[in-house]
């Protein structure tokens, strides 16, 4: 009675409701089971308190209580009022998130589904507000552990399965007609403050996967494999977005991008034993980048010939160093009177096409062919020569760029990891001179219940096959974790040509 009683002036303290009965009541004592759960609940949703349970998942300890509490003391979607503007923006319209894809062997594709607002029906036809696309549902489920009861549709708050969608990937928002997607925009623009109302996209903003850092080949055992590899990769594409696949368009390989080694092992694994692909993997590498450290210009008359079609185009382009920033092009019209003089007539549609060239051009750097970033690329001066198509004006920018890029001062951009090392303080010493090594820049050392704890950064390249290297100098005892920071220029020339030597083979 006495843990009762503390409990009530502690619950007291955060819900007014509770602490007027309290004073009403003759004692504590009076206060029943229910009018507490009641109080749980006001706090929860006022957000001034959170409820911690204890038990044990693997020994089936305490996991009743969690989900009675689950349904106990948190709001039902109906009782919650979102204040997420993407959310509020549709209203009483279907808004819901596609968090988790699976493929199944009988059903297919499975797109896991929140409904944050609306109802989600098995044959209806939504839209896909990320990708600018149309997808039918075929039928909706709801998932108890791995069965699937098939439902008519999906109410508001509902987590659910749905098959059919062919486009649909992990992080996708879906709504139910483009003319939703309109108003939503609208209402959100408005409450951002944006004056351009085409720059705001109604998205439920998912997790934020960084760029690949591993790269290698992969190909089948043998060409009976091949076409179950290739519809393989893109299933698992489907199901991770932070696996990227593409063909390298000098040696016709195909080519795993993933976040570490673990993470491209798992993928060998799973094409082995899900997909029944036996596939080899090349030489593990990382993915570094190119970018200049001055401006660089560059002018071309560019000419064609196709089918008795004379096809002209003559531009320039200057290309200069610029950190990129989330929502800005790395595109633009140049500044002057001239140029704006000249540039009047480019047309959204050129402007376009000179996009996908400067884009193209900038995956494969002039030093050792990886992706240039961080730069920023002007148009100065645009002429195109009647009936040229847009396939010529692709080509011309990217030629200019790449032109531009040749005359440029390049440099590599290798990527840096946060690392967190935790480890037994006797074998800290041991430890710290192995990082050392591996140029590692320290920015603390703290120490929790006996273990020392080192963070800093490091190049990624130093720290391959680095948990073998830790278990071998901390006897087993050392764990360690690791997260993509940022790029950073390789300022050391014998650096440089140690990774160019390394990448390129000789």
Do not use: W
């Amino acid at each position: 009675m006495k843990q009762h009683c503390e409990l009530v002036e502690h619950l007291a303290d955060l819900d007014l409701v509770l602490a007027e009965i309290v004073i009403e009541s003759a004692t504590i004592e009076e206060i029943t089971h229910e009018t507490i759960q009641s109080a749980v609940k006001r706090i929860v949703m006022s957000n001034n308190g959170i409820p911690v349970l204890l038990g044990s998942s693997y020994k089936n300890i305490g996991v009743q209580p969690l989900m009675d509490a689950i349904l106990t003391y948190l709001p039902s979607p109906l009782e919650f009022n979102s204040n997420d503007p993407v959310v509020t923006a549709y209203g009483t319209e279907l808004c819901s998130f596609a968090f988790k894809t699976i493929h199944d062997r009988q059903m297919g594709p499975l797109t896991f589904v929140r409904n944050f607002s609306g109802s989600l029906s098995s044959g209806q036809k939504i839209y896909n507000v990320t990708r600018s696309k149309f997808e039918k549902v075929h039928k909706t489920y709801l998932p108890f552990a791995d069965e699937f009861k098939e439902v008519s549709k999906l109410n508001v708050g509902e987590v659910g399965v749905v098959s059919g969608l062919k486009e649909t990937v992990t992080a996708d928002t879906l709504t139910s007609s483009g003319a939703v997607v309109a108003i939503a925009q609208k209402k959100l623009s408005k409450r951002l403050g944006s004056e351009d109302q085409r720059q705001v996209k109604p998205c439920l903003s998912g997790v934020n996967i960084p760029e690949p850092v591993f790269f290698c080949s992969v190909e089948s055992a043998s060409l009976s494999h091949q076409k179950g590899l290739e519809i393989a990769l893109e299933c698992l594409q489907r199901e991770d977005p932070s696996l990227h696949v593409h063909i390298d368009p000098d040696t016709n390989q195909t080519v795993l991008s993933g976040m570490g080694e673990l993470h491209l092992e798992i993928i060998q694994e799973r094409l082995k034993t899900e997909f029944k692909v036996d596939a080899d993997l090349g030489k593990l590498m990382v993915a570094y980048k190119e970018t200049i450290t001055e401006p660089s210009l560059n002018r071309i008359t560019f000419e064609r010939k196709l089918a008795d079609q004379k096809h002209s185009v003559v531009i320039e382009v200057e290309v200069h160093p610029k950190k990129a920033e989330a929502g800005h092009p790395i595109v633009r019209k140049g500044q002057g009177k001239e140029v704006q003089e000249n540039l009047k007539m480019l047309t959204e549609r050129q402007l376009r096409c000179i996009t996908n060239g400067v884009e193209a051009s900038l995956r494969s750097g002039p030093k050792i062919s990886f992706q240039v970033i961080d730069v920023e690329v002007l148009i100065n001066f645009f002429q195109i020569g009647r009936g040229t198509s847009e396939t010529i004006i692709e080509a011309a920018a990217a030629t200019c760029v790449r032109g531009a890029l040749q005359n440029a001062a390049v440099c590599l951009l290798e990527p840096i990891v946060s690392l967190e090392v935790i480890v037994d303080e006797k074998f800290q010493h041991a430890v710290v001179d192995d990082l050392n090594r591996r140029r590692f820049v320290m920015d603390m050392i703290d120490m929790i219940h006996g273990n020392k704890i080192v963070t800093g950064t490091a190049p990624l390249s130093e720290l391959m096959g680095y948990s073998t290297a830790l278990r071998t100098v901390s006897s087993g005892l050392g764990t360690y974790s690791m997260q993509f920071k940022h790029y950073q220029k390789v300022v050391n020339s014998i650096e440089e040509d140690k990774i160019i030597q390394k990448v390129r083979g000789f």
